[in-house]
């Protein structure tokens, strides 16, 4: 016991003087010890202190000018790439582009007074902003946000802002708009004028249009003379030698998709979906066509909602591949290995996976099928193979009405261009013998040719009666071109839809009539490379579509009590069939649970849907009886066939003159059932003309007019998602 206690008072003692010597450690030994030197965080410890403080990463490389980018699909970032090239090019002014979703906006009032902020903003939905600008307008709108200087004010900060949008939609450029109104309200100044781009139109003569005098004016705002940049590539492509055949990409989007690693499906590595059925739904192929395809997602790990979309990968068609590999002078080596590096990774980056071959880029990774824009051709004029190639390349380039007339409305590629530059003939499949060889380096084509995308589509089936397998509805787009004194006319195709028409044919062991004819009478469809890369798209007699779902917000309410007003002409019918088939689902899992009764306190469904004739395009005309008889006289379809039946003054009847002729129900279940209304379908006409419609049947029903009460009414709905547009330009 005692040496029990002895010992607990030594460590006792012993704990007390350490204690002490803790606590006055400064003093004992403040004679060794130097002064500690304050720590500062170098790049090397975590790349630039805060990865989400741009302010930092200017200084650090130097850069006078901030882009942001507000994009959903990806357009926004590519301006916002090609002002922060210019800005390089012009004034020898580096850039920093940024992603606002990656960075915190409390310092922006530190932008020193020798810099600039550029905000490339697209407008999405109803006026919303792109999922990665939102926390950005945010902190711009909320006036009890606060900066560094502890107020929700930016004196001296000086923008540009360019905006993106389509006047077909309501709410055209309203994201670029309240931009500029926060910041100018902030005190910030805006250099030059708002840049606003139209996609109705033309994007890219709006920014041809607005960019010379921003430069004009950002010149003057920052004290800098054009002429300090100089032309410098954005990339190095050398070409490589023996690289495995397995690490080189031949139109897989990522490691993942190269390798088969199992994982999510997504953008970056879409599942290759096989198809189940695939049908055509005209009665006239010959003349038009819309493809039904079924694509089985069992086992991929993939779900969707009705409404949703699904995202299809196309490749460029096989003429448009041999004419640019043509007349870049790259046939005989299309399947050389290369690789590509950036020189400014924070300016460009490789917009694809490498190594890759010239020909997998040209088919897979870039989007060569558009129309080519007037901007480049300045840039390829210098390498044109004769003097009158290039005074042709830099006429389109100047003259603007020269180039919509014979490019834009000629629908033209650049391997067409270059062609017809060249006084090469279009009208025949291009080879290396007919087609003249340009030496443009590839850095300038994979610089200057945006990204190929994926074609969205709205799903048309519905997860609670199709689990594993969505179903796409897709119109073909094909149309001929205006001629003019160099060009012919000739059919222009669709990317994504004539991809999904090569599928369908070959799904069902059908041939088509796949082929360029040099008549122009003649419709053939281009053809494409649909069995993938490595094969990958077909397997057996399987051909297979690579796909990934994109989430929407365009949902049915939740509550089958809410009646529904659906108006979807032509192929806006396609979500509606996913909303009929999920209301289907519940109404007989409701009747085998309660009784035949089940149904009778929901709401009415009604479908407006329009089309040429009962006999030549009405979508799925057998399978909507069939939905009616399963909704027990809760679902009722209007159809409106524009060239069969006619008002008596002889002119067409479309769904809005039905949705009027409905009125009195229309309003009913508006105003006094809480009922939800979703268009879907041409934004430009079909959906003013249908918004229009339902302010004045709303305006009237309230007693009022459509100009005042009804477009309340209307904005009402929209404001509480009882007004809901999925539509397209």
Known sequence: M?????????????GVGLAAAYLFRDQLFAASKPKAAPVVASKGQNGFG???????????????????????????????????????????LASLVCDPEEYDFENLDQLPEDCAAFFVMATYGEGEPTDNAVQLMQN????????????????????????????????????GRAVDTELTKMGATRIGERGEGDDDKSMEEDYLEWKDGMWEAF??????????????????????????AEKVYLGELSARALTRTKGIHDAKNP??????????????????????????????????QHGDHVGVWPSNPDVEVDRLLCALGLMDKKDKVIGIESLDPALAKVPFPVPTTYATVIRHYIDISAVAGRQILGTLSKFAPNPNAEEILKNLNTNKEEYHNVVALGCLKLGEVLQIAAGNDTKTHPTTENTTAWSIPFDIIVSSI?????????????????????????????YQSEASQHVPQKWCYGVGSNFLLNLRYAAVGETALIAISPDPAVASIPSYQIEGPRGMYKEDTVYKAPIHVRRSTFRL?????????????????????????????????????????????????????????????????????????????????????SRQNYKPDGSKIYVQDLLWDDREHVAEAILQGKGYVYICGEAKNMSKQVEDVLARILGEAKGGSAAVEGVAEVKLLKERSRLMLDVWS
């Open 271 to 304: 599942f290759p979906s096989p198809i189940t059925e695939a049908r055509e739904l005209f009665q006239n192929p010959a003349a038009r066509n819309c493809a039904h395809i079924e694509l089985n997602t069992e086992g991929s790990g993939i779900t969707y």
């Open 140 to 175: 711009l709108q909320d006036e009890s946000f606060e900066f560094s200087n502890s107020e929700h004010k930016l004196p001296g900060l000086k923008y540009v802002v360019f905006g993106l949008g389509n006047k077909t939609y309501e709410h055209y450029n309203s994201i």
């Open 50 to 92: 805060n990865p989400r403080d741009f302010i930092a990463k200017m200084k650090e490389g130097k850069k006078r000018l901030v882009i942001f980018y507000g994009s959903q699909t990806g357009t926004a970032e590519e301006y916002a790439i090609r002002l922060a090239k210019e800005a390089k090019t012009k004034f020898g």
């Open 450 to 478: 945006p990204r190929l995308q994926p074609r969205y589509y709205s799903i048309s089936s519905s997860p609670k009666l199709y689990p594993n397998s969505i179903h796409v509805t897709c119109v073909v787009l094909k």
């Open 2 to 14: 005692t040496s029990t206690s002895t010992s607990d008072i030594l460590i006792l003692v012993l």
């Open 557 to 641: 309410p939740t509550n089958p009590k809410s009646p529904v007003i659906m108006i979807g002409p032509g192929t806006g019918v396609a979500p509606f069939r996913g909303f009929v088939q999920e209301r289907v689902a519940l109404a007989r899992r409701s009747i085998e649970k309660n009784g035949p009764d089940a149904l009778a306190d929901w709401g009415r469904i009604s479908l407006f849907y329009g089309c040429r004739r009962s006999n030549e395009d009405f979508l799925y005309a057998d399978e909507w009886p069939k939905y009616a008889e399963d909704l027990k006289g809760k679902f009722v379809m209007h159809c409106a066939f």
């Open 219 to 244: 010149a003057a705002a920052l004290g800098v003379e054009e002429g300090q940049g100089g032309d410098s590539p954005d990339f190095v492509v050398s070409e490589l030698d023996l690289l495995p």
